[in-house]
């Protein structure tokens, strides 16, 4: 009757999820399957996971009714290795981030300069040009796709032609506007 007693659920207060009694068994388990965290980074993640947790057992998601010492710390434990992970995802995505200084004295300026604004207005210039002087069919297809963004069965069905056509008139208008814009 006794052992019956030990393993049934705790009422509704939140003992059974103790801080202190599941805190060495998830950092145990945080220091041998996430090895890339300091111990203060476990700390980290079991804190988070013990706030989680008791967030959740308030708003109702989880029955602290139901929360046995043992279901609580396999929660516990889950959740801090969720965490230790999103953690080490962070750290990896910052070790990717270049630190060398000419690279961050570019990128200190993100307006391009006045000669980059010149010559991309004279080339959009020359592209407007060469778009404009294709044949219409040509001229539609082209602004179809690459203006509009429409797919080629959408530009096939408006302008009532076959897919062989559609490429046809695509290839030979992107032929042209290159030509008129290397020229």
């Not at 019956?4 to 068994?25: G, I, L, T, W």
């Not at 690459?146 to 797919?151: F, K, R």
Request: overall charge positive; glycine content about 4%; proline content about 4%.
């Amino acid at each position: 009757m006794e052992t019956h007693a030990e393993n049934s659920p705790r009422p509704a207060d939140h003992s059974s999820v103790s801080y202190q009694d599941n805190r060495r068994y998830v950092l145990g388990v945080l220091s041998r399957r996430c090895r890339w965290l300091d111990p203060s980074q476990r700390e980290d993640a079991f804190h988070d996971a013990y706030v989680v947790l008791l967030e959740k057992l308030a708003s109702g998601a989880l029955d602290a009714g139901d929360m046995i010492p043992a279901r609580a710390r396999a929660y516990l434990t889950q959740t801090a290795i969720h965490k230790a992970l999103d953690q080490g995802k962070r750290a990896a995505r910052r070790q990717l981030v270049s630190l060398d200084l000419d690279e961050c004295a570019e990128l200190s300026s993100p307006e391009p300069s006045i000669e980059e604004r010149v010559i991309a207005r004279e080339e959009a210039r020359r592209l407007q040009y060469a778009v404009t002087h294709l044949p219409e069919r040509r001229r539609r297809v082209i602004e179809l796709r690459y203006y509009l963004g429409c797919d080629p069965q959408q530009i096939q069905a408006r302008l009532g032609v076959s897919r062989d056509v559609y490429r046809h008139e695509l290839e030979r208008g992107t032929r042209a506007v290159v030509q008129a814009a290397a020229a």
